[in-house]
């Protein structure tokens, strides 16, 4: 993907609401509040490693 592609697909998700990515369909997934901290967990360290290589 070139990388004005992914500038937009970040520019999109940033313009998301909380409501709208958090919504029941979504959360239906998760069986357990461990499944839910589990998935918070994986999708914190990626946010993390992605701030990371912005500051390379």
């Known amino acids: 993907m070139p990388p004005s592609h992914k500038v937009?697909?970040?520019?999109f998700l940033h313009?998301?609401?909380l409501?709208?990515?958090l919504n029941d369909d979504f959360?239906?997934?998760?069986?357990t509040g461990d499944d839910l901290s589990n998935?918070?967990?994986k999708?914190?360290?990626r946010w993390n490693y992605v701030q990371g290589e912005r500051k390379l």
Do not use: D
């Open 43 to 45: 999708l914190q360290k």
């Open 19 to 21: 409501e709208e990515l």
């Open 39 to 41: 998935f918070l967990a």
């Open 27 to 31: 959360l239906k997934q998760f069986k």
């Open 8 to 11: 937009c697909k970040l520019k």
């Open 15 to 17: 313009l998301m609401n």
